[in-house]
């Protein structure tokens, strides 16, 4: 998860950690308890406030009252406060570290995940290779200057800023080319090109086979990109820029196997998060086909 989208989930949350009351009879009504509860859920999965969580759930007869009025007693009353403000003070704290590590967000910046390298060669290549896919996608009007804007401290993340809005929706196409040809196309190619290369028969026969699949799966991604320019009105006889983006779109589906990401920014306007694919699905797809991927490699 991005830091950004981690300091979303806090902020959107923060101001719910207030335990308000009113008295009733020597009691004590605790205030709003279904948004504090809610707020308290939807925090939990960040880590950083397990133990406090813990140390709430163990406050039996007051988190896990299902009525609409929690009321209890003063000595209850104040255990909740205070450890209900604690976490508000460990929420902001954490908001107000992100604020200073991070610069404001553009909103023509895009988020890219990294996958889970271990080794610094890994990530050199890496950043290659999404330095040539950005640098070989944009023309015409969609033509855009790339700026590093930021690496996501803690995290396996970059945020690139693209120059303009048109440029931004061209990326989001693309990503949506690629994950296409990534589930119409290339799993099988590697799942297939797996099996020959652990056929028992002639080296030259296999390599004949393996020779004809990745011509098929090159015209299968210039396919995409025909598709693409046709999409963005790109005049389809510029063979070379052709050319380009079918690797483009090739490259880019086998990074995803991998595990990478690609997301525009949280602040980004309506128009260009429509442009990119849904969240969910991708990630469902990227898990999917990395498991997949995995598990044939680790048969060889």
């Not at 880590?47 to 007051?62: N, R």
């Not at 990119?276 to 990630?283: A, G, N, Q, R, Y």
């Amino acid at each position: 998860m991005r830091l950004r989208e981690i300091k979303q989930i806090l902020e959107e949350n923060v101001n719910f950690l207030r335990a308000e009351y009113k008295e009733i009879n020597g009691k004590y009504e605790i205030l709003a308890f279904q948004e504090i509860y809610k707020a308290i859920r939807n925090l939990e999965n960040l880590g950083f406030l397990k133990e406090d969580i813990e140390y709430l759930e163990s406050m039996d007869t007051i988190f896990h009252d299902k009525s609409q009025r929690v009321i209890v007693d003063g000595t209850g009353l104040t255990t909740f406060a205070t450890k209900i403000d604690i976490i508000n003070l460990k929420v902001v704290a954490v908001i107000n570290a992100i604020k200073e590590a991070l610069p404001e967000q553009d909103q023509n910046s895009i988020s890219i995940k990294l996958p889970m390298y271990t080794e610094l060669k890994e990530v050199s290549i890496f950043m290659k290779e999404i330095d040539m896919i950005l640098n070989q996608t944009f023309i015409n009007e969609y033509k855009s200057s790339i700026k590093l804007q930021n690496f996501d401290s803690g995290s396996n993340w970059i945020e690139i800023i693209l120059e303009n809005k048109e440029a931004i929706i061209f990326m989001g196409g693309l990503v949506n080319s690629a994950i296409n040809f990534l589930k119409s196309s290339y799993l099988s190619w590697k799942q297939t090109s797996h099996t020959i290369k652990m056929l028992e028969t002639e080296d030259n026969a296999r390599q004949l086979i393996l020779k004809a699949l990745e011509e098929n799966i090159k015209m299968q991604a210039q396919s995409h990109a025909s598709a693409l320019m046709k999409d963005f009105n790109i005049d389809e006889s510029h063979q070379e820029y052709h050319t380009n983006l079918s690797h483009s779109i090739q490259k880019l589906a086998e990074l995803l196997s991998k595990g990478t990401e690609v997301h525009t920014a949280l602040n980004a306007p309506e128009e260009t998060k429509q442009a990119f694919p849904d969240v969910e699905k991708t990630l469902t797809l990227i898990e999917n086909a990395t498991k997949l991927l995995t598990n044939g490699n680790s048969e060889e």
